[in-house]
C-alpha cells in the first residue's frame, strides 16, 4: 500500500540553529500534504497545508517565517524549523494525500512522524 | 470551525472487560471519520474509517459507530487486552483532518 516516509525519526539540535524535516509520499504523487504538531498529552493540530508548486496555506497562530514548508515535487514536503528554540521541541507528523484514488477521505497516509528536541 | 472532543480523557480497565471511548464534533458536514491509535513515541495507526454515509464499522474487536446528526461516534473494544494499551484519536474529514483530544487507554493485565 502507500506509504509516506517521514525523516529524521528524532532530532536533537541546538538553540539558534534550523532544522528540517522532510515527508516522502513513496509510491504515489501527493499534490497536497499536512503538518501537524503534538505537544506532550495534547491532540495533534494542524500547522499548515502544503499544496505543490504554491505556498503553503498556514493555520492561525502558526508563525510562516519560523516554520517554513516547502513542496517543490509531487512527493516531497519539507518542514524547516528556525531558529529553534526549546519551546519548539514537539512530535512534527505530515500526512500526504493521494488524489489519485479521488476524493473519498480514505486517502490521506501519515508518515511516522519526527521528534525534535531542542536543547 | 470544526472541533472535536474525546471523552474521557484517560480511561484505565482491568483486562477482559468492554469499554467506549466517545468522539463528538460540532460540524455534521464531514466527509468521513476515522479513529486512529498512538502508541508512545510513535506515529499514527490507523484503526476503522467510517463513510458519512454509513453507520458503523468493525475490525476484530473493534467496532466503531458514526451518528452524523448528531455528531457523534463512539469506539468499542471487546475483551480489552494490556496491548490495547494506547491513546485513541478520532479525526474527522472535511477539507483536513480535525483530531479529537485523544483517550489514553490503560489495561490493567
Known amino acids: 500500500g502507500a506509504v509516506v516516509s517521514q525523516h529524521p525519526s528524532w532530532v536533537i539540535c541546538k538553540s539558534g540553529t534550523s532544522v528540517k524535516i522532510e515527508c516522502r509520499s513513496l509510491d504515489f504523487q501527493a499534490t497536497t500534504m499536512f503538518w501537524y504538531r503534538q505537544f506532550p498529552k495534547q491532540s495533534l493540530m494542524l500547522m499548515a497545508t502544503s499544496n505543490e508548486g504554491s505556498k503553503a496555506t498556514y493555520e492561525q497562530g502558526v508563525e510562516k517565517d519560523k516554520f517554513l514548508i516547502n513542496h517543490a515535487s509531487l512527493t516531497l514536503s519539507t518542514l524547516t524549523v528556525t531558529s529553534a528554540h526549546p519551546e519548539d521541541s514537539s512530535f512534527y507528523i505530515c500526512?500526504?494525500?493521494?488524489w489519485g484514488q479521488g476524493f473519498s477521505g480514505n486517502t490521506i497516509y501519515f508518515g511516522e512522524g519526527s521528534w525534535l528536541t531542542v536543547v | 470551525k470544526q472541533e472535536v472532543t474525546q471523552i474521557p480523557a484517560a480511561l484505565s480497565v482491568p483486562e477482559g472487560e468492554n469499554l467506549v471511548l466517545n468522539c463528538s464534533f460540532t460540524d455534521s458536514a464531514i466527509y468521513n471519520l476515522q479513529w486512529f491509535r498512538q502508541d508512545p513515541g510513535k506515529g499514527l495507526t490507523s484503526l476503522l474509517l467510517i463513510q458519512s454515509s454509513q453507520r458503523e464499522q468493525t475490525s476484530g474487536r473493534l467496532n466503531a459507530s458514526l451518528d452524523k446528526s448528531s455528531g457523534r461516534s463512539t469506539l468499542y473494544i471487546a475483551a480489552s487486552q494490556p496491548g490495547d494499551s494506547a491513546t485513541y484519536l478520532c479525526a474527522v474529514t472535511g477539507n483536513q483532518f480535525y483530531f479529537g483530544t485523544g483517550t489514553s487507554l490503560t489495561v490493567i493485565p
Open positions: 500526512s500526504a494525500r493521494d
